[in-house]
């Protein structure tokens, strides 16, 4: 997840996507601890099923967000897509957004 809020701040989509692929390898790395707990019998088969589930999901998520990153490719980011944002935000050229 850290990867993922350091990432959200670059300036680009293309460096953004930079830090999610990161993150995705270390979901990667995670489901291969998980194994190494299996095999020591630090964790039961239930929670090992349970915890690697939930890492590929994750992995899964990030995946589509690096695709849809990809197929709407943006130079400088300025926030949210317009599509994204809630009603309530409105921008003013080079400012954060500001809620009325």
């Known amino acids: 997840m850290s ?7 670059s300036d680009s989509n ?3 996507v930079r830090f999610l692929r990161i ?3 270390s979901l990667s790395e995670f489901q ?10 630090f964790l039961s088969p239930r929670d090992f099923d349970e915890l690697y589930e ?12 690096i695709r ?9 980011r300025s926030g949210p897509p ?3 944002r809630t009603t309530n935000e409105r ?4 400012s954060e957004p500001r809620t009325p």
């Open 3 to 9: 990867n993922i809020a350091e990432g959200f701040d």
């Open 14 to 16: 293309a460096e953004f």
């Open 23 to 25: 993150s995705y390898r």
């Open 32 to 41: 291969s601890q998980l194994y190494i707990c299996k095999d020591r019998r």
């Open 54 to 65: 939930m890492a590929r999901e994750a992995k899964s998520k990030v995946g589509a967000f």
């Open 68 to 76: 849809y990153l990809k197929a709407h490719p943006r130079g400088k």
């Open 82 to 84: 317009k599509e994204l």
């Open 91 to 94: 921008r003013t050229p080079n």
